[in-house]
């Protein structure tokens, strides 16, 4: 394993090690992908048998950098190039019933493998001069990655009990990895999931992020939901699953249909909160879900409802309430309209009002309503996507002549205002909505010269006399 810690970093840390007489040890993530041969990290945990502050500060004074201190945590960090390097004494945890923080006190090698979250983070490669570069691995870490599986190092329903977070993070290690996680594990993840509740919602929502930009979410998702963890978490995607049937006639289940538009998404490239978006879009189906003997199911007004939750929904899961949610629920509330247009002919009138309200966002709008055609009929998929290519065409032309996006009035208020000597008031403001809706229509260009002409026509129409 010598091949694994060439870097000159690692000499130092031995011989500082070797001159303060103590153990020293690489562990965790940086173990991991190395024997994964997966692109790793720059940060570095190293595990030292006594203080790890103290060992933090002498190897700091040797590369004369500057060492960040966490007393309270009994850790210390410090940057020497691109590596970030954490120091941290070996430990022995309890826990109580009540809290996921542990009763720390010092403890050897084997008790600080021990109260690591599975076995492939809990090996270790040894900077120790007698035996420099051996795996030490008690739990059989090296197999499990052989196997592709997610277990433990102690018993699930111990391990997961102590810290229920660490059920969120056999999730999101599976989703990364492309593991599967042990069966007893996931019957522990059952038993506890109710356990999830004593965590903060910010540390949650941080693997859950973590498994949204996966590159197959919906493997994450549906360990999520097969264990109950989801419908604490996530309560109203748990409830987008299920088919009702009435009269013969049923629906997709939504649950799945949103997991396959995500992983579409991901596929596609899209970033975080365009993922987001492709969770949140149906999230108001069962809420407008009715039964017409005629048509069948409907979810009439299921994209105004969803924009409508969005904020409610990032604020429970702690998302950001910013820019990044607006982009969220204008997609959501957006996401049907493409459609349209890819089923029906499609006007001028109809792409600019698109455009207009999309703005900057349009492209992901596009690329959302590319990832919501999921029928499994290859004519209707198909047909679907060809119609996509005349709608994203025609997009662009439009555009290009009409310079629509991100719109700004060619006339503004003040220019109403100084034309027929008025205040500000319900007059000024149908005659910008007038001619906001002749330039969406056709009806005049998208030029200030047309838009003042129209403007004076509207005035003389309204009973307004210009100055001359």
């Known amino acids: 394993m010598r091949e694994f810690l060439q870097h000159p970093i690692f000499t130092v840390l031995s011989d500082i090690a070797a001159e303060s007489q103590v153990e020293c040890y690489v562990v965790g993530g940086y173990v991991r992908d190395r024997l994964m041969g997966r692109d790793f990290k720059n940060d570095i945990d190293v595990v030292v048998v006594g203080s790890g502050i103290d060992f933090a500060m002498r190897v700091g004074n040797r590369l004369d950098t500057?060492?960040?201190?966490?007393?309270?945590?009994?850790?210390?960090?410090?940057?020497?190039?691109?590596?970030?390097?954490?120091?941290?004494?070996a430990r022995r945890e309890s826990y109580r019933r009540d809290s996921r923080k542990p009763i720390v006190e010092d403890g050897s090698l084997e008790d600080?493998?021990?109260?690591?979250?599975?076995?492939?983070?809990?090996?270790?490669?040894?900077?120790?001069?007698?035996?420099?570069?051996?795996?030490?691995?008690?739990?059989?870490?090296?197999?499990?990655?052989?196997?592709?599986?997610?277990?433990?190092?102690?018993?699930?329903?111990?391990?997961?009990?102590?810290?229920?977070?660490?059920?969120?993070?056999?999730?999101?290690?599976?989703?990364?990895?492309?593991?599967?996680?042990?069966?007893?594990?996931?019957?522990?993840?059952?038993?506890?999931?109710?356990?999830?509740?004593?965590?903060?919602?910010e540390r949650i929502i941080d693997e859950l992020n973590k498994i949204v930009l996966a590159a197959k979410p919906s493997f994450g998702f549906r360990y999520l939901f097969d264990t109950g963890l989801l419908h604490i978490v996530f309560p109203a995607m748990a409830n987008l699953h299920g088919?009702?049937?009435?009269?013969?006639?049923?629906?997709?289940?939504?649950f799945y249909h949103t997991l396959e538009v995500l992983d579409n998404v991901a596929e596609l490239g899209g970033d975080l909160w365009l993922r987001w978006a492709a969770i949140m879009h149906d999230i108001a189906k069962p809420a407008t879900k009715r039964f017409d003997k005629r048509h069948g199911w409907t979810f009439h007004g299921h994209e105004d409802k969803g924009a409508r939750m969005v904020p409610k929904l990032f604020a429970e899961l702690k998302l950001p309430l910013n820019d990044r949610m607006k982009f969220v629920q204008k997609l959501v509330l957006l996401h049907l309209?493409?459609?349209?247009?890819?089923?029906?002919?499609?006007?001028?009138?109809?792409?600019?009002?698109?455009?207009?309200?999309?703005?900057?966002?349009?492209?992901?709008?596009?690329?959302?309503?590319?990832?919501?055609?999921?029928?499994?009929?290859?004519?209707?998929?198909?047909?679907?996507?060809?119609?996509?290519?005349?709608?994203?065409?025609?997009?662009k032309d439009v555009e290009e002549r009409d310079q629509i996006r991100n719109w700004q009035p060619p006339v503004t208020g003040e220019d109403i205002m100084a034309a027929f000597r008025l205040k500000p008031g319900r007059e000024v403001g149908a005659i910008k909505n007038a001619i906001r809706e002749a330039i969406l229509e056709g009806d005049i260009p998208n030029n200030r010269e047309e838009a003042y002409r129209y403007m004076l026509e509207k005035g003389k129409e309204m009973g307004l006399a210009p100055i001359n």
């Open 66 to 89: 500057k060492v960040a201190v966490y007393k309270n945590f009994g850790t210390a960090m410090l940057n020497h190039g691109e590596l970030q390097l954490e120091f941290v004494g």
């Open 112 to 201: 600080d493998q021990n109260r690591r979250d599975f076995t492939i983070n809990a090996m270790a490669l040894s900077l120790n001069k007698s035996d420099f570069g051996r795996l030490l691995d008690p739990f059989g870490g090296l197999e499990d990655i052989r196997q592709r599986v997610i277990r433990t190092p102690l018993s699930p329903g111990e391990t997961f009990s102590d810290d229920p977070l660490r059920m969120m993070r056999a999730v999101r290690f599976a989703t990364q990895l492309n593991f599967k996680i042990d069966i007893r594990a996931i019957n522990a993840i059952k038993d506890n999931r109710e356990r999830i509740r004593i965590i903060s919602k």
């Open 243 to 254: 088919v009702d049937v009435i009269d013969g006639k049923g629906h997709k289940d939504n």
């Open 337 to 395: 309209r493409p459609i349209v247009l890819a089923q029906d002919t499609v006007t001028d009138s109809a792409v600019r009002r698109l455009l207009f309200e999309a703005g900057d966002d349009i492209d992901s709008l596009m690329m959302l309503c590319h990832a919501d055609v999921t029928t499994k009929n290859e004519y209707k998929k198909k047909k679907y996507r060809q119609n996509f290519e005349l709608v994203k065409q025609k997009l």
